[in-house]
T-cell receptor
Framework: GAGVSQSPRYKVAKRGQDVALRCDPI?????LFWYQQALGQGPEFLTY????????KSGLPSDRFFAERPEGSVSTLKIQRTQQEDSAVYLC????????????????FGEGSRLTVL | GNSVTQMEGPVTLSEEAFLTINCTYT??????LFWYVQYPGEGLQLLLK?????DKGSNKGFEATYRKETTSFHLEKGSVQVSDSAVYFC????????????FGRGTSLIVHP
């Protein structure tokens, strides 16, 4: 597709369940970001990929959170043993290589995956 | 570390009113500054940007000027429309740094007819 696609759009999980959220970035976009957005807050950084390499995962809140991008395209954010505090919208964004001179720095966002943990 | 502070919302205006949404930042050096907009039910999209001091970004009647001396990037529009109702996010990125954009908490704008 033309834009960043995320699935599922909505996920309800029982506490303790594992969930997997998928992001399909714009074709050719090297940089991929995951953000967490709590209700009424701005996006908070979770992790960043350059192609298949995970360059920064300093924002992942605990070792229950894991992200991968094995072929440098589609990415999956996995949350194990979900807790109520994990309830949020998870945003994926992609970009051309931000390290290249002249890159505008624009991120292209998907519509997000809203996770509700009961 | 880098941070962005936005005025709290919601901002409620009548159609054709003047809009200002304040944004200040903390960062070393010369970050690039952005405003993103999120319309109801949609993802964030870039509204405008500025990459160096005194640059003015503009789009769809919105403007923001990069003020290094006051570390600010306030968003303005001379005459808002109902269709401008959305959440607006200020953001910064440090080229040559971590390349990880940092966002403010967002300011909701509600425009009444």
């Amino acid at each position: 597709g033309a834009g960043v696609s995320q699935s599922p759009r909505y996920k309800v999980a029982k506490r303790g369940q594992d969930v997997a959220l998928r992001c399909d970035p714009i074709s050719g976009h090297v940089s991929l970001f995951w953000y967490q957005q709590a209700l009424g807050q701005g996006p908070e950084f979770l992790t960043y990929f350059q192609n298949e390499a995970q360059l920064d995962k300093s924002g992942l809140p605990s070792d229950r959170f894991f992200a991968e991008r094995p072929e440098g395209s589609v990415s999956t954010l996995k949350i194990q043993r979900t807790q109520q505090e994990d309830s949020a919208v998870y945003l994926c964004a992609s970009s051309l290589d931000l390290r290249l001179a002249g890159n505008t720095g624009e991120l292209f966002f998907g519509e997000g995956s809203r996770l509700t943990v009961l | 570390g880098n941070s962005v502070t936005q005025m709290e919302g919601p901002v409620t205006l009548s159609e054709e009113a003047f809009l200002t949404i304040n944004c200040t930042y903390t960062a070393t050096g010369y970050p690039s500054l952005f405003w993103y907009v999120q319309y109801p039910g949609e993802g964030l999209q870039l509204l405008l940007k500025a990459t160096k001091a005194d640059d003015k970004g503009s789009n769809k009647g919105f403007e923001a000027t990069y003020r290094k001396e006051t570390t600010s990037f306030h968003l303005e529009k001379g005459s808002v429309q109902v269709s401008d109702s959305a959440v607006y996010f200020c953001a910064l990125m440090k080229p040559g740094g971590s390349y990880i954009p940092t966002f403010g908490r967002g300011t909701s704008l509600i425009v009444h007819p």
